[in-house]
T-cell receptor, first 111, second 112 residues
């Protein structure tokens, strides 16, 4: 069964304290790994797509990387406005459009 | 370019009733997917439609159904509501296979 697992479940950082979130997956024939940000009560906001091991994408203080078994979301010098739940997902079940999501990492950045 | 629009944003229903949720995808996107999000289970796939045909279905009971219209707009219906159906229902649209899905703001359904 395809699975996406995120760790840690929650992470509390001080402003400026860099860290990384992990997403490990067991999806046969990976066809992409997606990162989303979700604020309370809102829909997930797309951040990045990664397709092959070694690929990296950056956006402001965020950088996503992909290996054959996991992906990392690195947050450099975070600010309080980076506080959110970060979700990763992968197409699974043999479907191009069905996404299996991890449970997410709740990031809190304190000023 | 307008994003994915879901209506209504909030809904309160009584156990046993039925409900219909609506989703308008991004213009040009023909694939529409629905997800249920709860604190305990996270985001779970309900079903996906493309060109008015349901192509994929998740592990949900038959009380959950949907349809897609010729303009790609989609509706989701839940019949005989149960307390456990209380959740944030999210709709997403995509343009091509294995590319990112863009989500709407969701409909918060509360069953009392």
């Amino acid at each position: 069964e395809d699975q996406v697992t995120q760790s840690p479940e929650a992470l509390r950082l001080q402003e400026g304290e860099s860290s990384s979130l992990n997403c490990s997956y067991t999806v046969s024939g990976l066809r992409g790994l997606f990162w989303y940000r979700q604020d309370p009560g809102k829909g997930p906001e797309f951040l990045f797509t990664l397709y092959s091991a070694g690929e990296e994408k950056e956006k402001e203080r965020l950088k996503a990387t992909l290996t054959k078994k996991e992906s990392f979301l690195h947050i450099t010098a975070p600010k309080p406005e980076d506080s959110a739940t970060y979700l990763c997902a992968a197409p699974s079940g043999g479907s191009n459009y069905k996404l299996t999501f991890g449970k997410g990492t709740l990031l809190t950045v304190n000023p | 370019k307008a994003g994915v629009t879901q209506t209504p944003r909030y809904l309160i229903k009584t156990r046993g009733q039925q409900v219909t949720l609506s989703c308008s995808p991004i213009s040009g996107h023909r694939s529409v997917s629905w997800y249920q999000q709860t604190p305990g289970q996270g985001l779970q796939f309900l079903f996906e439609y493309f060109s008015e045909t349901q192509r994929n279905k998740g592990n949900f009971p038959g009380r959950f159904s949907g349809r897609q219209f010729s303009n790609s707009r989609s509706e989701m219906n839940v019949s005989t509501l149960e307390l456990g159906d209380s959740a944030l229902y999210l709709c997403a649209s995509s343009s091509k296979p294995d590319t990112e899905a863009f989500f709407g703001q969701g409909t918060r359904l509360t069953v009392v």
